[in-house]
């Protein structure tokens, strides 16, 4: 960077300091700002419009009338000052009212101006406002001049997030982060709690923007630099990363970027122009998240990630945060992240009472965490992170996909009257526990739950659940950073059987690959990974680790009753095979004199459409069957069932979907080979009717299902849901849904979520 360039716009942030030392509040600052930019720059107009709400605001202004301040107002995205706002890039031009987008706003008076400079205001790539200057004659705006009109927008928005423009007048901005804030989801986990925000990433005040000694500035970031490096080596050099909450490749990614000359450089630059070395690393994290807003490229949006996560852990350094104590978690926390790892969700455990991500997927390891922990989790909210602050009120609303921020009183008011109504409910399936789930007209589903975490297993009990149904192994592996040894998966299958305390339990083996990658897998580049190289198929590949988890189960049982299930079966001879591996390791351990169940069933997951039309011999050697209804469904639709664009365009309900059900429950029935249902839909009261209509009789669904299925199913007949669906299929309908929601919406029950 040229000198004199920074020169300049310290000159420049020199006098801004001066100037808002004497001034006093709000309103008074912002003209100071809008003064000393126009004189400095020699512009006729400088000035600031900020945003308020999805609006801009003009804020203060020298050359404008000034009646149009407060009033003028225009969408982000409406004439130059918006399209600024909305792309985050500045805009000049010689000749405005020729220039693409332009809007005249007639009440300013700016018709004068022909000449154009606006930058966006921005912290952390959230635009919170434009700063422009503009002159009557044709004018070239130069680099040096844009650059310093975007070193002093760095410090209105470090300013405006400070609240030093609020102001108590009729006129004055609210105060930033006050107002409520609303954002529709994804529903993670359902549930709903009230509580206080709880900021995964520590927050970061920045009390000093500017900083007018550049050489201590300068040698305050290489301190913090190298003890940046210094820690990332730390963690990098620590053999056991189980407990943290980053892998290899995020360590290695921040390394190059802690010695990233470029990135080095670029924080100089800022610092030597007048900013404080905090500012200047915002300054560079803002440019990576306009960058990651625009970029689709998975693999590179994570790298700009890491770059984003190790600029926080810089900032941390650098304003002294990162020695704050954080393991005080206060009550009723509701945890607020972009995004979290299954590692360290399971460190918060049961502490929290909601979990809000920005980002995350409804498959991903912490909603599959969150579930565990039967936590309400609502995932892409958007820009929470922004909004949300420690301590402030936050509803999470887990079944609607919804959260409120700093709630009015009447929107707290009602969510607490649906929590009530959801605690009585919850009160009247308790006391069904240990009823069965015997229908009016006598038949009898029976009820298990699923797993995947020790922290799982307590809620057996008090569920009613006849016992696991669906045991995913694959989540003790996602959530280390190793592979578990032999032994340690041994005493780890043990415990589960200790804790399930004599109710069965169905294991299923690794189901990797797809979404489900290790932290120490070679991550396989595959064009469509759902369909690629994944659960049996990788299992039947890699026999050694496959052989090592079967002897682990069989050692884990201890002579007690084993049950195993091969996910993702598509054929017949996968099927063979992998029971074979199974017998096999069965006799190696019997030899080797360790004790084998006496009583083992082998059985396979039925989750691509082919298997439904195996030949006979699959259903009779089968011992039994289990239907994987989330994948099974998604390969029925060829509907990704993790894209929220297209998951839910196909309903359960649909009559092919019932019509391959009962297809499925018929063969089973005919070969007598015991079939559950052990995917998501079955936790859902209207589904788990309809799929006993259809002949299923088990099911598996998390915990916290089976009081409300159970209760449904007590109090209908299943024959007269029989008739009902196979009305509405004659009728051509597509859906089952409508016509069954219309007949229980006609049965006295209290409490039937349908
Ligand atoms: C399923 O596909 O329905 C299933 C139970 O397995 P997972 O959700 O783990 O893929
Ligand atoms: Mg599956």
Not at 1 to 10: C, F, K, N, W, Y
Not at 138 to 163: F, H, K, P, T, W
Not at 336 to 360: F, K, M, Q, T
Request: glycine fraction near 8%; charge should be negative; proline fraction near 5%.
């Amino acid at each position: 960077m040229p000198h004199r360039q920074a020169v300049e716009s310290r000159v420049l942030l020199k006098r801004l300091r001066d100037a808002l030392a004497e001034a006093g509040q709000g309103q008074e600052r912002l003209d100071r700002i809008t003064d000393i930019v126009a004189a400095s720059l020699v512009a006729e107009v400088c000035s600031i419009y900020l945003r308020v709400g999805d609006e801009l605001e003009l804020c203060a202004t020298t050359g404008l009338k000034a009646e149009a301040v407060h009033r003028t107002r225009m969408r982000v995205s409406q004439g130059l000052v918006g399209r600024i706002a909305e792309t985050a890039e500045p805009v000049k031009t010689k000749d405005a009212p020729s220039a693409r987008g332009f809007r005249y706003f007639p009440e300013t008076g700016e018709e004068l101006y022909a000449s154009f400079l606006g930058v966006p205001i921005q912290r952390l790539g959230d635009v919170l406002g434009v700063l422009v200057v503009q002159n009557r004659a044709a004018r070239d705006y130069s680099d040096d001049e844009i650059y310093a009109l975007e070193v002093v927008a760095m410090v209105i928005a470090e300013m405006a997030e400070l609240g030093a423009f609020t102001g108590t007048a009729e006129t004055d901005l609210p105060a930033p982060h006050r107002m409520p804030y609303f954002a529709r989801g994804v529903v993670g986990q359902e549930g709903a709690a009230e509580g206080v925000v709880l900021m995964h990433d520590p927050e970061i005040v920045i009390t000093n923007p500017m900083a007018d000694d550049p050489e201590a500035e300068r040698a305050r970031l290489h301190e913090a630099l190298e003890r940046l490096r210094d820690e990332v080596d730390r963690l990098i050099g620590d053999d056991d990363l189980s407990d943290s909450g980053e892998h290899r490749d995020v360590l290695n990614a921040w390394r190059m970027f802690a010695h990233d000359k470029g990135w080095v450089r670029r924080l100089e630059e800022s610092i030597e122009s007048g900013l404080a070395a905090e500012v200047a690393v915002e300054r560079e994290q803002s440019a990576t998240r306009t960058r990651m807003s625009r970029i689709s490229d998975p693999y590179l949006r994570e790298r700009l990630h890491d770059l984003d996560d190790l600029s926080n852990r810089l900032l941390r350094i650098l304003t002294g945060s990162d020695h704050l104590a954080d393991g005080a978690i206060p009550e009723k926390a509701i945890l607020v992240a972009r995004n979290i790892g299954p590692g360290e969700l399971l460190d918060y455990g049961r502490r929290l009472s909601g979990i809000v991500l920005e980002e995350g997927s409804v498959g991903s390891h912490a909603a599959i965490v969150a579930r565990a922990l039967a936590i309400p989790l609502v995932i892409q909210a958007e820009r929470i992170t922004h909004e949300a602050h420690n301590s402030d009120p936050i509803l999470v609303d887990g079944d609607g996909g919804v959260v409120h921020l700093r709630p009015e009183e009447n929107v707290a008011e009602a969510f607490r009257a649906k929590m009530d109504m959801l605690a009585e409910a919850q009160e009247a399936f308790a006391a069904l526990r240990d009823k069965p789930a015997t229908t009016r007209d006598g038949t009898t589903v029976s009820l298990f739950m699923n797993a995947g975490l020790m922290a799982d297993l307590p809620s057996l009990k008090g569920s009613g659940a006849e016992g696991v149904g669906l045991y995913r192994t694959e989540l003790q592996f996602l959530v280390r950073r190793t592979v578990p040894q032999r032994e340690e998966q041994a005493r780890f299958y043990a415990r589960i059987l200790d804790a399930a305390d004599g109710k069965p339990v169905t294991f299923r083996t690794l189901d990797i690959g797809s979404d489900k990658v290790l932290p120490y897998m070679k991550r396989q580049e595959e064009p469509n990974p759902a369909l690629g190289w994944r659960a049996i198929r990788v299992g039947l590949d890699r026999r050694g680790v496959l052989r090592m988890q079967l002897q682990a189960l069989i050692r884990g049982a201890k002579g007690r009753p084993l049950k195993i299930m091969f996910p993702f079966v598509a054929q017949f001879d996968e099927f063979r095979a992998a029971r074979a591996c199974l017998t096999d390791e069965l006799e190696r351990e019997r030899k080797l004199g360790h004790e084998v169940p006496e009583n083992i069933e082998i059985g396979a997951m039925l989750e691509t459409p082919s298997l439904a039309f195996a030949p006979d011999q699959f259903f009779q050697l089968a011992d039994f069957i289990s239907i994987g209804g989330n994948d099974l469904k998604q390969f029925f639709f060829a509907a990704d069932r993790e894209n929220e664009l297209v998951r839910r365009r196909y309903d359960t309900l649909n009559v092919s979907f019932m019509s391959f059900l009962e297809l499925i429950a018929r063969r089973c029935d005919e070969h007598r080979t015991p079939v559950s249902f052990c995917g998501e839909d079955a936790g859902r009261p209207m589904e788990a009717l309809a799929f006993a209509a259809m002949g299923l009789r088990q099911f598996s669904m998390r915990g916290a299902s089976i009081g409300p299925v159970k209760h449904l199913l007590r109090s209908v007949d299943l024959s007269e849901a029989r008739r009902i669906i196979d009305q509405a299929r004659a009728s051509g309908s597509q859906s089952v849904r409508p016509a069954l929601q219309g007949w229980l919406d006609t049965i006295d029950a209290p409490y039937i979520s349908k």
